[in-house]
């Protein structure tokens, strides 16, 4: 019996299941973690989508920020982009029940001290606080208001958390520390213009999990393929998961048992 966490799968589909031969899962003594980022930019998101939905409870997965974009674009007036590749959910006769699903996923998984978000959180965080402040999200997600939620969900502001905000501001503003962030300041504020490398760092920012902690909680992140899986310089227990599968990297997997990683070539052209 062992678990997996997987990073970002951006519609990777075929090396989705190369990876899971390669690792001779079982669903039925086997669990993965999705790290989030199941859909969009690679050519297979609506399989990967029904893939994980067919595992059950054999999968835990969390919402990342091209998982939100679908349910913007699907159900809260969005448009689609130039480099989308999300036509097969949006056309399917499964549809609504595709969208249903994902739209009841967390955004934060926790178990045994380990804690699975797609971009991460906040280090002033502890995990039953990330617990708590996903469901509220979630909570959204799944009331008669979902609509009106997705329709203002989209924002850089506020972009820094504290307990006094309210209502969508609120929620936008946690959306975008679990599935957006990656540099912040001293103070928790999170920049989003820098994408790129830890060289990007705005003056005043570093990566988010360079600042310590004051519990072992093991982080588990994707959201960052330019580390490439990796985290210079970490101040707390954390793992990057996102190695770029869908910009021709690869796809990879770890054993949370073990600490030992699996990955698997991408079929994609290198970017």
Known sequence: MSTYAIGDLHGCHAEFISLLEKLNFNATNDTLWLVGDLVNRGPGSLACLQEVQALGSAARCVLGNHD?????????????????????ILATPQREQVLDWLQSQPLAVYQNSTLMAHAGILPTWCAEQAVSFS???????????????????????????????????????LVNIFTRMRFIDANGRLDFAAKEGLESAPDGFAPWFQYPRADALQLL???????????????????????????????????????ERTSVPSRQPRH
Not at 81 to 87: A, H, R, Y
Not at 143 to 148: F, I
Not at 239 to 245: M, N
């Open 68 to 88: 939100f974009h679908l349910l913007v674009v699907a159900r809260g007036g969005g448009k689609l982009k130039k480099n989308d590749t999300l036509s097969d």
């Open 135 to 173: 469901q509220e999200v979630q909570t959204a997600l799944l009331s008669e208001t979902a609509g009106d939620f997705l329709t203002q969900l989209f924002g850089n502001q506020p972009d820094r958390f504290h307990e006094d905000l309210e209502g969508i501001d609120r929620l936008r503003c």
């Open 221 to 259: 992140f994707g959201h960052w393929a330019a580390l490439e899986g990796q985290t210079p310089n970490a101040k707390i227990q954390v793992e990057a998961l996102d190695t770029g599968c869908v910009w021709g990297g690869a796809l990879t997997a770890l054993n949370l048992e073990s600490g």
